[in-house]
């Protein structure tokens, strides 16, 4: 997957980001009296959801290298394309019995916790500190960008990619912080009807990726991994 479209996942995902992460923004605290306080504040809350997503793109990516020696590049895109549309053709219901599971509790009851802590702090580094932590909470749209940078199969493009995909969900996530008040439920509706259908059309793109037809940027040819070879030695 080219880097560049993890902004536009980014860009299109964060429509979802304003039902799950919205309420979040909404809570932030003013950190000061004046409104370039109040700016400076969301900028660093999105600032550290940025950081961790480039960070988890960097070990994913990591994580998609080692597949790559073993010449798992193509049958890993496929996989991503099907586990996408597999996603979105989910029951909303069984979804959310997944979001009601001991596991998902398990990872998200503690960094709440942390929230509520830390919104009564009021300080520019505790926003910082929210948005680390909002990066980790269990979002599907995060894992359709981890995803691609799994298949980015290289360390750094895994976190630029990340980055990207961040800086794709700052515009939608800092308005939404700002005023989001304003996004009402009709609104929300609408955009959720407009997502599976982007999600479709990225699972398409990550399956004809590793069908390997030779058409650029749409799915290049993969170049194969070279075995790993051992020296022999005779004593």
Known sequence: ??????????LVGSFHCIGMC????????????????????????????????????????????????????????????????????????LKNKISESKIYKLISSPIKTQFARLLSKKSNSSLLTI???????????????????VSTVDFLSGALYMALFGLGTFPIMFATSLFGKVINLNMKRKINKFIPVFAVILALLFILRGLNLGIPYISPK?????????????H
């Open 1 to 10: 997957m080219e880097v560049w479209t993890g902004f536009i996942v980014g």
């Open 222 to 234: 993969f170049s194969k991994a070279a075995p790993i070879q051992q020296d022999t030695q005779c």
């Open 131 to 149: 948005g680390i932590l909002n990066g980790f909470l269990p979002c599907g749209f995060v894992y359709v960008g981890i995803a691609g940078a």
């Open 22 to 93: 919205g309420p979040i923004a909404l809570a932030l605290p003013i950190t000061g009296e004046s409104n370039i306080k109040m700016i400076l504040g969301r900028i660093l809350y999105n600032l550290g959801r940025i950081i961790t997503y480039t960070v988890l793109g960097a070990l994913f990516g990591l994580f998609g290298s080692r597949l790559v020696l073993f010449g798992l590049q193509q049958d890993l895109s496929i996989l991503i394309g099907i586990l996408i549309f597999l996603y979105v053709i989910t029951p909303r219901r």
